[in-house]
């Protein structure tokens, strides 16, 4: 097994974390043990930060003991891949949804370092309370103001120099443009506040979708 990132590492063409909770397996994932330590398989399809990895992505933003705003956590499948890279960092989780949130709640009682919030993440102020400044921010939601949501959460949570990773649902912001006018116009609205590190296209594992990998600039 090869440390590809720090916290995340190959096989093959495979992607692997190593398991913070070792013999528990979150989403029927294989487990593969070598020497002392445990890694959980990384489905790309079923992960756009796993996707990324495959299509070559220069660096994911996100580290071992880093604390991490998740934003569209759903049911946890990235969330616990997030949760093995960050190890005795911290993953604030937070979804609109009470059904996957019932979920991540399971997860979360076996994964100490994950904390499930149940928000509406376009009012970051009304659970502003409840977390703490992060050095890193993901986030997946299938929403047509995706990048507004980013930009609320970046300018109020993110310390400088933090990475931001948003996932671009196409189909969802527009479903009458073509994705790469969509991707293009993200790209644009992104620029005017944070600096662009890296973006990829995530066909054919995720249709329609993209990612960008984004800096906050230091104070």
């Not at 005017?192 to 960008?212: A, G, M, N």
Request: aromatic share 10%; charged share 25%; net charge positive.
């Amino acid at each position: 097994m090869k440390e590809t990132l720090k916290g995340v590492f190959s096989k093959g063409k495979d992607f692997y974390t190593k398991n913070l909770v070792p013999g528990i397996s979150v989403y029927g994932e294989a487990l593969v043990n070598e020497g002392k330590d445990e890694f959980r398989y990384w489905n790309p399809f079923k992960s756009k930060l796993c996707a990324s990895l495959h299509k070559r992505v220069s660096q994911i933003g996100i580290k071992p003991g880093m604390v991490v705003l998740y934003l569209g956590s759903s049911t946890g499948t990235t969330v616990s891949h997030v949760s093995d890279i960050v190890d005795q960092g911290f993953v604030f989780a937070i979804d609109s949804s009470p059904r996957v949130m019932r979920e991540l709640v399971r997860l979360c009682e076996r994964r100490s370092n994950v904390a499930p919030l149940l928000a509406d993440a376009s009012h970051p102020e009304r659970y502003a309370h409840r977390i703490s400044y992060v050095d890193a921010i993901y986030q997946d939601i299938s929403q047509k103001n995706q990048t507004e949501i980013f930009k609320k959460n970046v300018e109020m949570f993110l310390k400088p120099g933090g990475f931001g990773v948003l996932c671009i649902k196409a189909r969802s912001m527009d479903v009458t443009r073509a994705p790469r006018a969509v991707f293009a116009q993200v790209r644009k609205e992104l620029e005017i506040f944070i600096t662009l590190v890296d973006y990829r296209e995530l066909d054919p594992f995720q249709k329609d979708h993209s990612i960008f990998i984004c800096k906050k600039g230091n104070l």
